[in-house]
């Protein structure tokens, strides 16, 4: 699969669930990036069972020849920066209609090839770990173009692990198979 097919297929995905605010070359605040396509999603809800979360979800996708889980984790940073200065829900608003005000930064770094130790750092390591916001949930992801694969956090690596935020996460992955798979 070549870029373009992957862009092409996911932002249809994402217009079949509502997206209209689509963008093309945008560049990241810092400018260290430019995102191929910026999609963003108003009233995003995930559902928690009793409570349900809602607010402003961001699709913001890249390509990189290859990718470190160094950078990465810079992308990703710049890419939740991005959503924060674009985003347009109401904390007011989600308490107001009993939803829980969350917005959410999907960072999708397309790639030719990921080797091994980044993938297994992918997986294993919890993006918690290196940022935490309240209102926010920072999702960083790969798609790899000659396998045909996401890679994201979907395997803690220890037992205490399944205690950093793993209910949300479970909901996250879930979007994330759904959404960013062609």
Not at 19 to 46: G, M, P, S
Request: proline content about 3%; glycine content about 4%; overall charge negative.
């Amino acid at each position: 699969m070549n870029l373009n097919t992957y862009l092409d297929s996911i932002q249809e995905n994402l217009k079949s669930q509502g997206a209209l605010d689509i963008k093309n070359n945008v560049e990241t605040k810092n400018r260290n990036f430019n995102a191929n396509l910026v999609v963003k999603l108003t009233n995003f809800e995930l559902d928690f069972g009793l409570c349900k979360m809602r607010g402003d979800a961001f699709f913001v996708m890249t390509y990189f020849p290859s990718i470190t889980t160094q950078t990465l984790r810079q992308y990703s940073t710049e890419c939740l920066e991005y959503g924060k200065e674009k985003v347009t829900s109401s904390i007011t608003a989600q308490l107001w209609n009993f939803r829980i005000p969350t917005n959410i930064c999907f960072s999708v770094a397309v790639v030719d090839n990921l080797d091994q130790e980044n993938k297994r750092k992918i997986r294993q390591e919890n993006p918690f770990d290196h940022n935490v916001d309240l209102l926010w949930y920072e999702v960083p992801v790969v798609y790899c173009l000659s396998e045909e694969q996401l890679y994201f956090y979907d395997q803690p690596s220890s037992f205490w692990e399944k205690f950093k935020g793993e209910g949300a996460w479970k909901r996250l992955r879930k979007v994330i198979e759904t959404t960013l798979i062609p």
